[in-house]
């Protein structure tokens, strides 16, 4: 079969998950014929993305949280009217989707979490299906209880994953867990996405803190805690817009550019996992059995956290004080489970996304 991907750009996780199923795809004898990144003009697609799509990658304008002057968390409203401003952009790269959709002629469009990619379904509704995958259409079913403040902020998140599935004819929910759930829809609870390197990744336990921050304004928290720790080596990833690979801070805290290979090298001898709350990286550390500091963003980040918290993977946090973390290191215990939830992902995604049939007008239906 044939698969077109449409991605959402933000951050490193719809990307990684992206790579991942288009390996899964492609080692079972199906072909991705093109992959349309939603970008914005604020942060660059990883090299290492760019570099294992380049014959099929397409970018196309999205709308993105914008984050506060500080570069921390982002705000809401602020992001609503900056996106507001750049509708017309928006409504071109629409047309975009549609006319790749058309040329490309997929069998099935899998959209990892992209507004428009909705949007064009919900207006135009291709003949090719939309399967969508995500973890945040978690938070749609009746397992996810949301216990944070920001009730409105959390309404509105699940608003907007359920206008990304616009006439979807399958919504595929990754999970940290295998659970049976009330079924929402066409929502089924599917395993995280994980990076064939990951499953063959040995891991050990070192004596530095590795990190992943999406924003780049918590590097003066970390720059804080290490100069109080300079017995504590910090490896930390980012994602800063014309940065060098590796940035030397202090003697104690280096800044590396994304880069997929060092990450997981990183990630592998670490003794501790910071990040800013992220579902990959976070499933990442699961199955290499590494304890987790998760500092939320934005809403989507904090339903995140509150979902990990339940595996009892690791402790939630306002800022990148590192000794929640450090404070952590004796109480962890690894979560054997998820390792074979997560092995399981191939035959799961096989038989989630091979599971259609061709009528008559030659167009695919799921069964």
Partial sequence: MKYLFVVQGEGRGHLTQALSLKTLLENNGHEVVSILVGCSKKRSLPDFFVHKTQNILEKFRSPNFMPLPKEKRTFLLTSIVYNLLLLPVFIESIFTIKKMIVEKKPDIVINFYELLCGVTYGIFNPTAPMVNVAHQYYFLTSNFKYTGNKKIQFALLNLFSRFTALNASKVLALSFRNEETEQYEEISIVPPLLRAEVYNRSAKTGNYIHGYMLNDGYVNDLEKWSSMHPDTKLHFFWDKKNASNTTE????????????????KYMAGAKAYATTGGFE??????????PVLMVPTHIEQACNVIDALQSGVGVGADSFNLDTLVDFLPLFKPNKEFRYWANAAESIFLLELTSFELC????????
């Fill in 281 to 290: 990286s976070v499933c990442e550390a699961i199955y290499l059995q590494k």
């Fill in 249 to 264: 801070l202090s003697e104690n805290l280096s800044m590396h550019r994304l880069d997929d290979v060092r990450f997981l």
């Fill in 360 to 367: 008559e007008d030659n167009v695919y239906v799921a069964i």
